[in-house]
């Protein structure tokens, strides 16, 4: 396959399981072209994360198959912006802010510097993120939003054609929700965006459509606002996710 | 203090002498080692692998005694015994991710045993606790130079993996992202961390090792903002630490193990409490302002 025109995710009838008989996902099959920006959503102990690792390469799927930019998962890791959870990172550990962002210009083989123009661009990543002057302070004396700012632009120094994003805005607020999404929009069209949304019936109306992933993955259609005035409650432009009644998410089925 | 002074520098007797300069040649390897054990949350790991080493120990006094092999000195054991530890915890991390806390304690317990085992059924009298406890005012100028060559290794490791070894104690599942190979970076700081308390317990004694391998780097952290910064703080501290307490003991007539290890709490107790203090000051003083 020339992998210069191979779709930025190919996920062809996917299983796993932790333990035998317990299907996580079940004959799991979607494409997310390049420059598409998608989000996964779906109940807690759907899938949502396992899916995330499987894309990773972090798993090895019991059968089918999961290519990334056309390459196998572990082969297309340097092109892949990833950001994690950001409860699963050590608030005590002393680094500041611009370590963290040249983080990710670490590669193998080890070197004892990190290359000139990589801290170029970091820098100028971390200005357009808006967050240069922030670049002495302590990682963990930074506010949530600050953060994922921080977490974003390492992703980016990376400079990925996929922006793979686990639960960017879990616990924020909804100006920073709201601004977090701007800085994602501002990103569209220059590589392919999937988040993993906590959120289960709105997202922001950023996305193309969404990922339900519910053991099986449903792929929904974005609907418009409806009368409601969701701006009163998110403060910012939401939309609905149209779910299917075969994927039971809403009652929490899993 | 003016006796200290000259006892260090002008008495005939070295041993004050090769006590200080060992607490400045360690505090290098167990400032950066420290850095690691404390970030990477490694202490239980360290407390193992130091504890297990005594297996190692019994085992070579045994063969030695009761079997005549001759070539395998304590030391030998012992590194033997750290290395397999660490080997085993790696391996826990990489299998059963979940369950390494209790394969981390059961090397401890096991080491223990296999080592009183082996000491039990060695025949004649082993000094056991010249091998736990150590003694850092009986140590050697070879001693001095063994910690030297340790110096070097630490060092090396530490600046050519440092971005790998910081990213890997940050954040695991990024570095695995950007290629690097995150078992073989653990193996490799388990290893150096094996290494540097196999050396060190010989000379000074368990307690002090795991105390100087935790406290400065803890204290340390308190205080820096950067990660490489925690390195050079916690070495300067375990100096501090070691020359004060080495000072304390010579003055009070007191046993200097304790008194460096206790030194050195005080201090860490001290830094946490302070940095509380001046957080507290500081928000009170923003929310007025405010």
Redesign the interface.
Known sequence: MKTDDAPAIEVQKLNFSYSPGVKTLDNISFTVNRNDMVCIVGPNGGGKSTLLKLL?G?LTPDSGTVAILGYDPVTA??K?G?M?QMS???P?????AL??V???????P???F?PTAGKKRAIRIMAELGIDNLR???FSELSGGQRQRVLLA?ALV?QPELLLLDEPTAGADAEVQRDFHQMLHSLRGKMTIMVVSHHLQYVCGCYDYALCVNRQLHIHQLSNRDSFNWDDVFDHGMRKIEHSPDCDCIEGKI | MNDFFNALFFSPMPFLRYAMLLGIAGSIAFGIVGTWVVTRRLSSLAGAISHSVLGGIGLAAYLRNACGINWITPILGAMAAAVISAAIIAAARKYSRERDDAVINAVWAVGMAGGLLFLGITPGYVDLEGYLFGNILLVTGSDLITVLILDCAVIAAAMTFFHSIMLFSFDPEFAEMRGLKTNRIYFMMLLITALTIVIMVNLIGIILVIALLTLPAAAAGTIVRRWGTMMAAAAVLCMIFTGGGLAGSYLWNLPPGPVIVLFAALVYVAAVAGKRTVEKYLRKKQHRIE
């Not at chain 1, 005590?92 to 500041?96: G, L, N, S």
């Not at chain 1, 040249?102 to 193998?108: E, I, K, S, Y």
């Open positions: 990773c972090f890791r340097p892949i990833y994690p699963l990172l050590d005590a550990f002393p680094i500041c370590e963290v040249l983080q990710g210009l670490v590669r193998r080890a070197t004892l990190l002495n302070a302590r390492r990376t």
